[in-house]
């Protein structure tokens, strides 16, 4: 019908064809600018959702990433470096309650040692004289080492660990996530603009091929 109402308002005048021509073609591109700007609104809610998944997909990826690395190097260090048999941390907690005595028992010459170690109740001191001279030197570190030792410091300091590593691999995983995010954003903006500019080109163009000075 409105290919026949076109044609049935055709006049003899070409100047009167060609003005009712570019009303046609004005008219056929707002309408077809219409149906697609209805379009483009419906599809925004789902194509909207669906970047919400994946920026989704990429928080957890991180987080399920940063803890796996985080528990491999923390259970690497736990199979190098084991804790401590009972016989060392009660050593290490007799070193903190016995400081001064012990810390004066070490810096004491050798007979020395020996008439203290005679003198005293402890066990320690009269295996610290039997033990060879590379133990001494051994059990002289652990004493300075225990100064502020706890019996769960270990555990304390494995935790802590932890915690340090993942918000490490954390933060560098949420530095990624959004350098990807702007990325995938920027090339969209990128790809709009094109489009854009496309749309504009091609709805310009009939207008100059239906312009009377043509």
């Known amino acids: ?3 026949s109402n076109q044609r049935g308002a055709h006049t003899k005048d070409p100047r009167v064809n060609l003005q009712l021509e570019f009303v046609f073609a004005v008219c056929y591109v707002c309408r077809g600018e219409q149906r697609r700007g209805e379009f483009m609104e419906k ?3 789902i194509l909207q959702e669906i970047e919400d998944t994946k920026e ?3 928080s957890r990826i991180s987080l399920y990433v ?13 199979q190098s470096n084991p804790p401590e048999s009972p016989e060392v941390v009660r050593m ?6 016995q400081n001064r005595a012990v810390m004066k028992f070490i810096g004491m010459k050798k007979n ?12 320690f001191y009269m295996s610290y004289i039997k033990s060879s001279t590379v133990e001494q030197e051994k059990i002289r570190a652990l004493v300075h080492r225990s100064t502020d030792f706890t019996p769960n410091q270990y ?16 933060f560098l995983g949420l530095m990624t996530e959004a350098c990807i995010v702007l990325v995938r954003r920027n090339s969209e903006a990128r790809i709009k603009n094109y489009q854009k500019e496309k749309e504009e080109t091609q709805r310009f163009a009939p207008d100059e091929r239906g312009s009377p000075d043509g």
Do not use: C, D
């Open 43 to 45: 599809e925004k809610p």
């Open 1 to 3: 019908m409105a290919g």
């Open 112 to 123: 020395e040692q020996v008439a203290f170690a005679f003198k005293s109740k402890y066990p």
């Open 66 to 78: 940063s803890v796996f690395l985080t528990t491999a190097i923390v259970v690497w260090y736990y």
């Open 155 to 170: 555990w304390l300091n494995l935790s802590f660990m932890w915690v340090i590593f993942f918000t490490t691999f954390w």
């Open 56 to 58: 989704k997909w990429l």
């Open 92 to 97: 290490r907690v007799f070193f903190k309650e």
